[in-house]
């Protein structure tokens, strides 16, 4: 079992930064995927980036493209994610989950999840 660790989170202005944090708590298994995602209330769960530990391939919904970056971090298995010129519509609860395989933007393919992070983005 890949569990997936957040860290990170809270209120910021708009225009604003932020980093999260995901570990995952092994790398047995040879091929590992990280993925963030977002949901706000009463909105579905929305993918926002995810980023191979083995060739740090990434994925990123067109909404943050330019904003937030996902990147590797130096010990293997955690992952960070960048967010610049946060926006109020950015507000939501951000989770990381992990998968076995290569990244997707289908959160149904992940199988283990953080408890979840939130961010709040003030105007």
């Known amino acids: 079992q890949v569990q997936a660790v957040e860290s990170g989170g809270g209120l910021v202005q708009a225009g604003g930064s932020l980093r999260l944090s995901c570990a995952a708590s092994?790398?047995?298994?040879?091929?590992?995927?990280l993925g963030w995602f977002r949901q706000a209330p009463g909105l579905e769960r929305d993918f926002i980036a995810a980023i191979s530990l083995d060739d740090g391939s990434t994925t990123y919904a067109d909404s943050v493209k330019g904003r937030f970056t996902i990147s590797r971090g130096d010990a293997g298995n955690t992952v960070y994610l960048q967010m610049n010129s946060l926006k109020p519509e950015d507000t939501a609860v951000y989770y990381c989950?992990?998968?076995?395989?290569?990244?997707?933007?289908?959160?149904?393919?992940?199988?283990?999840w953080g408890q979840g992070t939130q961010v709040t983005v003030s105007s």
């Open positions: 092994e790398r047995t298994f040879t091929s590992i995927a």
């Open positions: 989950a992990s998968k076995i395989g290569p990244t997707s933007s289908d959160y149904q393919t992940y199988n283990y």
